[in-house]
């Protein structure tokens, strides 16, 4: 069976990283549009780099929590697709095949004159003056405010092949990722984990499991395998 896992920034949030939503518009003291948005990257970009050099750190320095393991357990038994609008690497450090990042991923920079140009940095900083291959200055492989999201299109793929769809830890409210919900069969079997009840199509055809990501995963996970494993 396909299944396929929305995780937004509640899941991360429980490895002790900080959400811009909740921040009242500042994100670990800095105004999100000066460093989340590609008009933020124009005026200052010295600012944003020291922005993401200071995420990637943080990232870095956390570890998957029960969640994130939770769902890589997944993977033993079914086809499974992580879609993340987070750009840490929590996912894959707990285990997890197959993620989708629509929001870019903060261990990575690229170039800023060709967005194919992805290298892996890791731990590393990028500084003013670090270029790519054909010159330009490196930036963070973040999806900003006002740029396109290049992946989206092979998240809808994933989606519309899906079995059981997975909604953790987001508000879903910030499009295009919400979109996603446009895609999903109602003839699915159909989750929501959160704390709060997200306003979604169809939300009467969704289980809602009110629990925090690392608490409710766990208990899903170990449900679907019992459930659904064998077929």
Not at 130 to 150: A, N, T, Y
Request: aromatic fraction near 8%; charged fraction near 25%.
């Amino acid at each position: 069976m396909k299944v396929v896992v929305l995780t937004g920034s509640g899941i991360s949030a429980e490895s002790g990283l900080a959400t811009f939503r909740d921040s009242g518009g500042l994100w670990e003291g800095y105004d999100v549009m000066e460093v989340a948005s590609i008009q933020g990257w124009k005026d200052n970009p010295g600012k944003v780099l020291d922005f993401y050099n200071l995420r990637r750190k943080q990232a870095l320095n956390v570890n998957p929590n029960a969640g994130h393991i939770a769902l890589a357990r997944l993977d033993k038994y079914f086809d499974v697709t992580i879609i993340t609008q987070n750009v840490d690497n929590l996912h894959e450090r707990a285990g997890s095949k197959k993620v989708i990042h629509l929001h870019g991923e903060i261990t990575k920079s690229r170039s800023s004159i060709d967005p194919d140009l992805i290298y892996d940095i890791g731990d590393n900083e990028i500084h003013l003056g670090d270029l790519c291959e054909k010159g330009s200055q490196l930036r963070p492989h973040i999806v900003w405010f006002g740029e396109m999201v290049p992946m989206m299109d092979v998240a809808i793929e994933e989606v519309l092949a899906a079995d059981i769809f997975i909604v953790i830890g987001t508000s879903l409210v910030v499009y295009p990722a919400a979109g996603l919900l446009e895609y999903v069969s109602e003839n699915d079997q159909l989750y929501i984990i959160d704390p709060q009840k997200p306003d979604v199509y169809f939300s009467n055809k969704f289980h809602f499991i009110d629990n925090t990501a690392a608490h409710g995963t766990p208990l899903l996970v170990d449900q679907l395998i019992e459930s659904f494993k064998d077929k």
